[in-house]
């Protein structure tokens, strides 16, 4: 029996059909699939490795950044806590401004009551 015989008696019992050209073509269209699907893989392992350095990366940043700010002293600590909340941060300027305003209008006062008892007094 030859080939073709075969290849036809295989289908007949619900094998596969064709002949040889074609599960050869078929299968060479596997074997470039099943490449591009590596060489995807590959891309893909790479940029998941590339991630995973930068997370690390990430990390050791603030594991040293704890570090850092556990060794600080506590007025630089709190110069920080009022750096990273903002809304904090904005009150204390408000109230600083109040008491900057305050100031000046005392020494506004002062001022011209020094002026008014150097005018009386020059009189």
């Known amino acids: 029996m030859n ?9 007949k019992t619900g094998g596969i059909s064709g002949s ?6 078929t299968l ?5 699939q099943l490449t591009i699907i590596a060489s995807t893989l590959h891309v893909l392992e ?5 991630n995973e350095n930068s997370v ?11 570090e850092r700010n556990q060794h600080m002293p506590e007025h630089a600590r709190a110069v920080m806590n009022h750096v990273e ?9 408000v109230k600083l401004k109040e008491m900057t305003h305050t100031i000046k209008t ?8 020094d002026s008014a008892d150097h005018h ?3 009189r």
Do not use: T, W
């Open 106 to 113: 005392g020494i506004d006062k002062l001022r011209s009551n």
């Open 120 to 122: 009386s007094s020059a």
């Open 28 to 32: 060479e269209k596997v074997v470039s």
């Open 85 to 93: 909340n903002p809304d904090s941060y904005r009150s204390e300027l």
């Open 46 to 50: 790479q940029r998941v490795s590339m």
């Open 20 to 25: 040889g050209e074609e599960l050869a073509l």
């Open 3 to 11: 080939s073709d015989a075969q290849i036809g008696a295989v289908h």
């Open 56 to 66: 690390n990366v990430c990390l050791q940043y603030f594991r040293d950044a704890r």
